[in-house]
């Protein structure tokens, strides 16, 4: 049986007595790519904030690794190994890219990582691998500020790379993107998947065409569904909810 890394159990999320999560039941393996999608408001912000701690279940659990991350602060989750991408990229603009990349880096050797004991993980990376990886080799030198919304993308995902994750959750990265760099960033997913377990939440159907393998669906807190692209999208409770929605737009 392959070894789970995330499982999130009956979780329920109240605000103020609104359900934001409600019940929600998932898990993924190690290795995965996962797709999440849902119309709006269905909670899949809501969701990542309880991965990463930023927000307590009411109820249930959530366990990385074998362990129930509850009551554990959001700085002790990122160090035991899950890093988050927002929608925004969160770069120093007035530094290179190769300086981006370096003070990432460098964050791995602060005292959090030995003091909580990452037990798996990826390799270490170095500033020339991660420009490589992300397709930045020629714009190394270039401030950050001068980059595409795109490069930027892949300079933010290239940081959060650097701290050797063992889950990677990237929240909508190619919003507001060109098809060409939406395509780069696509590429670079599906290429950190080979070593990574990576949760992305994206509107962009083309976008999830591209690199799903497997879609969950959340709805009003729930799981709706889970399957293949394809399963996913003749889903008659998905058509209605979130793509049948989406076509009418
Ligand atoms: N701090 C909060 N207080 C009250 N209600 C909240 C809070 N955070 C989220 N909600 C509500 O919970 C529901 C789920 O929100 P969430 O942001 O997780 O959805 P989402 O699927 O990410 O939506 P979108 O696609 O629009 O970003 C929404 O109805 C939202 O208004």
């Known amino acids: 049986m392959t070894a789970k890394i995330l499982e999130i159990n009956d979780v329920t999320v109240s605000f103020d007595g609104f359900k934001a999560l409600n019940h929600l039941t998932f898990s993924m393996d190690v290795g995965e790519l996962r797709v999440i999608i849902g119309p709006n408001g269905a909670g899949k912000t809501t969701f990542l904030d ?27 989750i990122a160090c035991f190994g899950i890093g988050r ?9 007035n530094l290179t890219v190769r300086h981006n990349l370096d003070l990432a880096c460098n964050r791995n050797k602060n ?34 500020a001068l980059l595409s919304h795109g490069e930027k993308q ?34 670079l997913l599906l290429a950190l998947a080979e070593s990574h377990s990576i949760i992305v939440i994206e509107h962009d159907m083309e976008f999830v065409r591209q690199i799903a393998r497997t ?34 737009e």
């Open 50 to 76: 309880v991965i990463t701690g930023k927000v307590q279940p009411t109820e249930g659990q959530v366990i990385f690794k074998g362990r129930n991350l509850r009551k554990m602060p959001e700085y002790q």
């Open 85 to 93: 991408k927002f929608q925004t990229p969160r770069i120093y603009l």
């Open 111 to 144: 005292v959090f990582p030995t003091l909580f004991q990452r037990t798996t993980g990826g390799e270490i990376r170095t500033v020339a691998g991660l420009l490589e990886t992300v397709g930045l080799i020629a714009k190394a030198d270039f401030p950050a």
């Open 154 to 187: 892949r300079l933010e995902i290239g940081m959060l790379v650097a701290q050797s994750p063992d889950l990677l959750l990237v929240d909508e990265p190619v919003a507001g993107l060109t098809d060409e760099e939406t395509e780069n960033v696509g590429n």
């Open 215 to 248: 879609v969950t669906v959340l709805h009003q807190g729930s799981v709706l569904c889970q399957g293949d692209m394809d399963e996913v999208q003749n889903d008659p409770r998905v058509i209605e909810v979130y793509l049948g929605k989406q076509e009418e």
